[in-house]
């Protein structure tokens, strides 16, 4: 009887210490939003639209004292808070360890490679402990002496959120214009600084954009303003140095509103630029920049469908265009002809190259150029011999960055891949001899880009289109169904995702995981069409490519389901939310940072920024045809009963972009409806917008709260 007992007692101590502890979040009760039904109907279908109450107006937001439906709001997104502080609170000291780990990997005391303007070197650099940056000029003859010209970590005293947006220099070099966000709305408030004396001007312009351009008569700025309610930027003003905002010049209002518009000063300094834009069309406006009172002039009238970009250079305008070339391409004209019919070729069309940008130099034209998905810089002399830059990475970004001198053989550009820090290079264009400026320090002891294996594979979608993955693992790691695999896309306004190095993500990398980007349709790696094949009607091929490149991942034995992962903000945000309704149980685990996920109710919306400039990207929901094509993948109005994966969404109170409603109407409707009991947490910042946190280091407490929701499903602990 002593054997049987001793026997039934050892069975149920290997039984109890086998069990494995309830995870956290089932031990606290997850928040439960109120419903109160909102009906919605157009072309005669209503939708119910339980939490419509969460949206606040801007005046509710800034009100001193909260109206009851803002108390509701605040005490929801409060609680989510107090939720995902309960259930990760036992990774609190894994994600210290994480932000100290990546904070660490990056040199305090850094400083930019300088860049050489009008007689001034001008670069930024951070001081030990300093959160924000320095902005410095010395000239290129003299004694050497550095001018601090903004001093961030001062200036940003006393703010929870601060941002330095766009500065500009006048033409005499005495005068700084320079801009300030303080809530994180992107509305910025420019001021003028004296270099010289060191003088704050009395001159102050509120509700701009941010960038300010300067006449050559060094008194008379050109700015862009923004739409109170929508913030779509839409007139630009004539300020005189000395004069209250009120007496400023409106010299163009942009009436579109599907259209926003800017200005700028040509690399030459000769011109001033208007730039009217939207998804399919841009129209530019010059003016001499001696004349700042003249009348302003069209290069080529707008049409629908046809996108140019101009640079000066001597007596003509060189202009990239989509004019019968799809893929773009270069062309020129008369400064004093300059509608379509007087432009001539300067770089044909091709097929199969994508015409990304170009640089003008006195004996060289240089191209960046996109081929098979991949960035390329091409030399060219004006008398005809040319040559590309090569790059041996298979998966690399390569760009010409500061490049504000025409005379001379030198070119500047940036260069980093998966497993190479970002590196700044001068490249002589005559002799093809280059030296490394500067490659950004990783510290830590361990590091080399030797230890990392990045490669280039495709997926084949079910429409038999090859999709790139560029992918980067520790050597060592083995491909295998226990292998965690991080997979991160965007695809969308035909912006391509770009294989660029991450300290932060060595954290990942260093702890077994593969990371995966999948260049889906809707950007615009492989050329134009790319971007035209995952938008409008034909946006759910940037959902099933992402789905595809899973599938594919998991086939090739890099991981299985179980310990698959995925990550998109913003629009990616939106790939996200679809995803996880068409195959949720492809993923372990979903991370969607400020997601756009309320996609007909937002775009049914011409008050809320962003809505009217975007209908040539999603499309108008007023037309049915769109309508039923946008509900048939909008992430909120897809949410059924049925098991999700775990979870993670990201919002910021004061996002201009995405409201912070839309991920939170879209958790609160998930936890009524899903079946499963998977971790769903939100992270709503108070305090910030689209961008998140301001400064340096702020950032990387929700990369670490990511990278610990990961580790934590992996069972990974340290």
């Known amino acids: 009887m002593k054997k049987t007992f001793y026997f039934i007692v050892a069975l149920f101590l290997i039984f109890t210490s086998c069990k494995e502890e309830k995870p956290a979040h089932l031990l606290v009760d997850a928040p439960v939003a109120k419903k109160i039904p909102k009906k919605l109907t157009i072309h005669e279908d209503p939708r119910i639209d339980d939490y419509f109450w969460m949206r606040l107006s801007d005046e509710q937001k800034n009100a001193e004292t909260p109206d009851q439906q803002t108390q509701d709001v605040l005490d929801y997104l409060n609680a989510e808070n107090a939720y995902l502080n309960k259930v990760m609170g036992h990774t609190e000291a894994l994600q210290k360890k994480l932000y100290d780990e990546i904070t660490g990997r990056i040199k305090k005391d850094d400083e930019s490679v300088p860049v050489n303007d009008n007689g001034y070197s001008y670069y930024t650099r951070f001081e030990e402990g300093g959160d924000y940056a320095l902005y410095c000029r010395k000239k290129i003859e003299g004694d050497g002496k550095e001018e601090m010209m903004l001093n961030g970590p001062e200036m940003a005293k006393g703010y929870s959120y601060f941002g330095i947006g766009s500065q500009s220099i006048s033409q005499n070099n005495n005068l700084l214009a320079y801009s300030i966000d303080t809530v994180s709305r992107r509305r910025y408030t420019i001021y003028f600084k004296n270099l010289e004396s060191g003088e704050i001007l009395t001159d102050k312009l509120s509700n701009t954009s941010g960038s300010a351009a300067w006449a050559n008569d060094n008194k008379t700025v050109f700015y862009t303003t923004k739409d109170p309610e929508t913030l779509r930027t839409n007139k630009i003003y004539k300020h005189l140095l000395g004069t209250d905002q009120s007496k400023d010049v409106l010299v163009y209002e942009e009436k579109d509103e599907t259209f926003s518009c800017g200005v700028f000063k040509s690399k030459s300094r000769a011109y001033l630029m208007i730039v009217s834009s939207q998804t399919l069309s841009t129209e530019f406006q010059y003016l001499d920049a001696n004349t700042p009172n003249g009348d302003w002039k069209i290069i080529q009238p707008r049409e629908r469908g046809l996108e140019y970009q ?22 020129k004209t008369p400064v004093n002809a300059t509608s379509k019919e007087n432009w001539t070729d300067v770089v044909p069309h091709r097929e199969s190259v994508f015409l990304q940008n170009f640089d003008l130099f006195k004996d060289f034209l240089v191209l960046g150029e996109r081929l098979n998905g991949l960035r390329t810089i091409r030399i060219m002399k004006w008398d005809g011999d040319e040559h590309y830059i090569k790059f041996n990475d298979p998966a690399y970004l390569a760009y010409t960055s500061y490049n504000l001198d025409f005379d001379t053989h030198v070119l500047r550009y940036n260069y980093s891949s998966l497993t190479t820090p970002n590196s700044t290079y001068e490249y002589n264009m005559g002799t093809k001899e280059q030296v490394l400026l500067k490659q950004d320090e990783v510290l830590e002891a361990s590091f080399s880009s030797d230890n990392y294996t990045s490669e280039r594979l495709y997926a084949t979608a079910k429409d038999g289109t090859k999709i790139p993955i560029s992918l980067v693992y520790k050597k060592g790691v083995k491909k295998s169904a226990e292998t965690p695999l991080l997979l991160y896309s965007y695809g969308s306004y035909g912006s391509s995702t770009e294989p660029t190095f991450d300290s932060g993500r060595l954290s990942l990398l260093n702890r077994g995981f593969v990371y995966a980007i999948a260049h889906i349709r809707g950007g615009q790696e492989m050329g134009r069409a790319w971007y035209e094949n995952g938008k409008l009607l034909k946006k759910k091929n940037t959902f099933t490519d992402f789905i595809d490149s899973g599938e594919f991942l998991v086939n090739e034995g890099f991981t299985s389901s179980k310990h698959l992962y995925a990550l998109g903000g913003s629009a990616g945000g939106l790939l996200m939310g679809a995803v996880v309704n068409m195959k949720p149980t492809l993923w372990n685990g979903v991370i969607a940072a400020v997601p756009f996920v309320d996609v007909i109710s937002t775009m049914l919306d011409e008050t809320i920024p962003l809505t009217t400039f975007e209908f040539d990207e999603w499309g108008n929901p007023k037309d049915k045809e769109y309508y039923e094509y946008m509900k048939s ?45 998977n971790l769903l947490i939100m992270d709503c910042n108070m305090e910030t917008g689209h961008g998140g946190a301001s400064g340096r280091f702020e950032k990387y407490k929700r990369t670490a709260l990511f990278y610990a929701f990961l580790f934590d499903l992996e069972k990974i602990k340290e």
């Open 633 to 677: 993948y909008s992430p909120y109005d897809n949410v059924e009963a049925k098991e999700y994966p775990n979870m993670l969404i990201t919002t910021g109170y004061w996002d201009s972009q995405v409201q912070y409603w839309e991920p939170a109407k879209w958790v609160a409707k998930l936890r009524a409806m899903k079946t499963d009991n």
């Open 310 to 331: 101009p640079d000066h250079y001597g007596d003509s305008f060189y202009i990239r265009t989509n004019l019968n070339a799809k893929n773009f391409r270069l062309v």
